[in-house]
């Protein structure tokens, strides 16, 4: 099983289109995928056609203890499961804070699934609070999606001194396994340049023994599609939407490479090897 947290506290940069076409597209595959939505916006709770109030149980039942993680799923399509946000989620960080274990709540829940899940996609809010450190603590791979924009990699190197206390106090395995440059416009400098600084950052941490010191950009990059932010309106993904367009080839891509190009020795199964190359 692989589990991947979708994180980057800036808001709009392409996380939750990011969870919900990837968790779309592995399950047209085959695999058995849960997403996590850990955004009390629940826009990925939307985006894959559900309705947050009327959700009984998710992700705030499971992080205030009151829902196992698997009576707490709805499932949304063929080999896919849904942990769905309510507005709920707003009050989690404040009552949790006197909780012991806090922040190890959703690993543990995880741990008791009885389903046996190729992968677990969560999708984060955009801050780095108590959910979002549930969510490492949970997962052992961060995908970093970055808008590359005028001051995109500001408070980049918070997000990186977070998951580095979290990969030190809670999560040993935790590491950021990408970088995946989203709503990309190859014609504009800006995006090239934000891409080379990244690319330099990655590159003068190799040596190291940091969380990152394997991270590397993801080779295809999501161009800009308004395809992409028509879908969610819908509570479709972008293969049920419009199959043939550049945000569904740019997003089977990028699945692809996730799947096949860093791949962890061991842990893909024969079903996981089958997968469409
Ligand atoms: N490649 C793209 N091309 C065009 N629009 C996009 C693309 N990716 C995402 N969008 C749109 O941009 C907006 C922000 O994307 P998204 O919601 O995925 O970001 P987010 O990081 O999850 O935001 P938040 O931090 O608020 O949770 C949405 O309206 C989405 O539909
Ligand atoms: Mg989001």
Not at 106 to 122: C, G, H, P, T, V
Not at 171 to 192: A, D, G, H, K
Not at 202 to 227: E, F, G, M, T, Y
Request: charged residues 20%; hydrophobic residues 40%; proline residues 3%.
């Amino acid at each position: 099983m692989r589990k991947i947290a979708v994180l980057n506290q800036k808001g709009g940069v392409g996380k939750t289109t990011t969870v919900a076409n990837l968790a779309a597209y592995f399950a047209m595959q085959g695999l058995k995928v849960a997403a996590l939505d850990f955004d009390p916006q629940a826009h990925l709770t939307i985006h894959l056609g559900q309705e947050p109030e009327t959700l009984e149980k998710g992700s705030y039942s499971v992080i205030s203890n009151q829902s196992g993680f698997d009576e707490s799923l709805v499932k949304v399509r063929e080999n896919l499961w849904l942990l769905g946000a309510s507005i709920d989620l707003v009050g989690a960080e404040s009552e949790l804070v006197s909780v012991v274990g806090r922040e190890t709540i959703l690993r543990e829940a995880i741990e008791q699934s009885k389903i046996n899940f190729d992968y677990i996609i969560i999708d984060c809010p955009p801050s780095l609070g108590l959910l979002t450190l549930n969510s490492l603590a949970a997962v052992d791979e961060v995908l970093i999606p970055i808008q590359p924009h005028f001051l995109a990699l500001q408070g980049f190197g918070k997000l990186l001194q977070t998951v580095t206390l979290v990969n030190k106090r809670i999560n040993p395995s935790l590491r950021v396994s990408s970088i995946l440059l989203c709503m990309f416009e190859s014609r504009t400098s800006l995006s090239c340049e934000v891409k080379n600084d990244i690319s330099e950052f990655l590159a003068s941490a190799r040596q190291s023994q940091c969380a990152w010191s394997d991270a590397n950009i993801i080779p295809v990059h999501i161009r800009r599609n308004i395809k992409l932010a028509e879908a969610p309106s819908y509570g479709k993904s972008i293969f049920e939407y419009e199959q043939s367009c550049n945000g569904a080839e740019d997003y089977e891509q990028v699945a692809q490479y996730i799947h096949n190009g860093k791949r962890q020795s061991g842990i893909i199964d024969e079903k996981q090897e089958s997968l469409k190359e």
